[in-house]
């Protein structure tokens, strides 16, 4: 399978005539194992592999670093904990109490976006967030999850939910419209935020890798120095999306719980 | 006008809205650091909104940003 990236890299290479590789080169998806499920092409590609990595990393890690579960935590323990306390304050600010019991969906959600984003700055991996049907189909899933989740808890008062208190009655209905596509738009909004800082960021790693190699021996330590400097703000960027990811999905199933 | 450079004018037209990142960024931040300055001990329980804020900020850019790589890459 590396083999295969090695290739690909290769002959991105070459892609231009002797100039500079392509950037978008990075975000391709390979078939690793062909699988046809009645006519839908359901191949384990290599954005299901980085996906399994995650899942299996993230286990792996709680399941180890939570072994002996002593009173005083071993540094393994301590990370484990302080990420559970960092998702569980998050859900508490956001939805008080009475969303605490979706606490294993929000932990999984950043855990799996924190880890999604942290291996693609792997040089050579794939980042899986990077894919806009990826980010669309966690946001659309939750989305639909937390108005389902309203109309059950609130029945079809949860439309509610669009009609703002303290507003003029004449504004009422603009203001409702508005509301309205505003609560639409979110899914789009929650998808596009992740995707674009996910792509744009590699696609600049990429292109400030190939002005490195481009510049030379000689002029190249001043894109690299360039590189180490942008990089860094990249792991804080992966970091910072997951955590923006979550607390929205907080921010949102508070809004579904309590009315405003 | 062939497509293909109607294609990279639109891109470019698209990405201007990259300075609204920027201002909204450079805002948010600025307000803050004015606000820590003056009252640094509750700087830190509004550190996250900080956080929440710029990637708001920044979003709304980079929606300019993914219209102009639809525009270079799709059509």
New interface residues.
Partial sequence: MFEAYAAESAHGGHGEGGGLPDP?HQFEIKRLVELDVFGIDASFTNSGLFMVIAVVLITAFMLWAMRRREMVPSRSQSIAELSYEFVAN?LR?NTGTAGMPYFPFIFTLFMFVLALNMLGMVPYSFTVTSHIIVTFALAAAIILGITVLGFIKHGPGFLRLFVPKGVPVILVPLITVIEVISYLTRPV?LS??L???M??GHTMLKVFGAFVVALGFLGGWAPLAFMVGFTALEVLVAF??A??FA??TCIYLNDALHLH | MEPEAAKFIGAGLASIALVGAGLGIGTIFGNYLSGALRNPSAAAGQF?NL??G???A??TG??G??VA?IIL?VF
């Fill in positions: 978008m998050m600010d909004s596009v935020r995707f674009a800082n792509m744009a910072l999306q955590y923006v607390i929205l | 996250p956080l929440l710029f990637a708001l920044e979003a980079l929606f940003l993914v790589l890459f």
